[in-house]
């Protein structure tokens, strides 16, 4: 069992950043890819971010590439997306997840979902 705890969000006007944290439980985080997905209101959840077990490889969709970089600490058993150049359209609840066996975008092999945490851009 892993509980994920995010962190971070907030308003922030357009071109700003945020930092989110997802802060993990338990003592085997390395054993877990992890990552970061969003959903806007009225919309489908989307992926946003992936980081491989060690975080050697890092996978984005393609509208967050160049902006955003997730990257994770295991000796923290925490994971960060570092959002620069932030847009109206980057507003949705962000949420991290973790999957054991899997590395990539799709929602339905991750295990594990935190409470996720608001971000908004202002215009």
């Known amino acids: 069992q892993v509980q994920l705890v995010e962190s971070g969000g907030g308003l922030v006007q357009a071109g700003g950043s945020l930092r989110l944290s997802c802060a993990a439980s338990g003592r085997t985080f390395s054993s877990y890819a992890m990552g970061w997905f969003r959903q806007a209101p009225g919309r489908e959840r989307e992926f946003v971010a992936a980081v491989s077990w060690s975080g050697d490889r890092t996978y984005y969709t393609d509208s967050v590439k160049g902006r955003f970089t997730i990257s994770r600490d295991n000796a923290k058993n925490t994971v960060y997306l570092q959002m620069n150049s932030l847009e109206a359209e980057d507003t949705a609840t962000y949420y991290c997840?973790?999957?054991?066996?899997?590395?990539?975008?799709?929602?339905?092999?991750?295990?594990?979902w935190g409470q996720g945490t608001q971000v908004t851009v202002s215009s």
């Open positions: 997840a973790a999957a054991r066996a899997y590395y990539g975008g799709r929602a339905q092999a991750y295990e594990y």
